[in-house]
Every structure is written in C-alpha cells, then in structure tokens.
C-alpha cells in the first residue's frame, strides 16, 4: 500500500508532467511499482501454494515479475542513453530551431548547431551564427532576438552562439617559412 501512495506522489500530485517525464523520477517510479507487484505476486504465490500445494507458482510468478522490471526498465535506459549520448530532445527538431534562428534580421546562414539535454527540462544549444556585416550594437540586438525567441518558442535558456561576419574565414593566409 505505501509503495502505491509513493507511486502516487512520483507521477501524480503535486509533481505534475515535467517531472513524470524526468528520467530519475520514473526509474524511481519503476522501483516502487516493481516492489508492489513483487508483493502482490508473493502473496499470490503463497495463496495458491497453500490451497492447492502447487510449488511451482513461485518460480512462474518470480519470472513474471522479473520480466515486467527488464520491460519496464529499457524505457529509462534508453532515454538515460540518449542523454548521456547528447542527443537532440525527441520533442525538438533541429531543422525549426535553425529555421526560426535564420528568420532573425541580420542573420545569413547557421552552422555547428547543436543541442541537447543536461537532464530532461534542460535544453542546451550551442551554434555559430554567420551575420551580415554590422556594427557591435545591431549584433547585440542580434543576439537578445535570438536568445528570447529560443528560450519562448523552445523552452531553451542555456546558450552559447558564436557570431561571425559574413567575410570571416573567406581569405586564406600563407605564414613565411623560415
């Protein structure tokens, strides 16, 4: 009964979806769940084997409850690989942001964009943004357009943009031998 109130108060409650999609939060989820269909199993078990002698419901319900956790857990292990790994966040598309952050006046084209969770709820980008040729003032104004419409229309509020000008990296300079 406690690990269904616990179970409750994971998901449900005050904790609301940001944290039911957590990674932490349903691995812990997982955990309570398991152990209570681990003692409704075991209780099961024991009433069949004290009313009919049938041992074997032990092993068949432990195996059941084994396969629910392995099915349960592969969820959590691949959302924690995706993580660890720096992939972009499923409900993201790479191709919107970048879109979005070309619509900004001044900005020509974008490259190294990159973006991916810290911890689900905390979206990372880093990019190199090419801006046409303009005074440090105008791409101030650049970068506070960028940041704001990437944190509102994408809930992302940790960035590192790089700017470069629109000639930068266009002429190639040869160093003397000596």
Known sequence: MINLIVAFILIGGEHGKHEAEDVNVRSAFLHVM????????????AIIISRTGWTLADPIVSIFIGFIIIAGSF????????IIMEGVPKSIKAVDISNTMKSVPGVMDIHDLHIWNICPGHTVLSA???????????????????????????????????????????????????
């Open 34 to 45: 398991g152990d209570a269909i681990s003692s409704v199993g075991v209780i099961a078990a």
């Open 75 to 82: 969820s959590v292990i691949r959302d924690s690989i995706h």
């Open 128 to 178: 190199h943004i090419v801006l046409a040729d303009q005074s440090l003032n105008e791409a101030q104004k650049v970068m506070d357009m960028l940041k704001e419409l990437l944190e509102r229309d994408f809930g992302i509020s940790h960035t590192t943009i790089q700017f470069e000008c629109k000639h930068c990296g266009q002429k190639v300079v040869v160093c003397p031998t000596i």
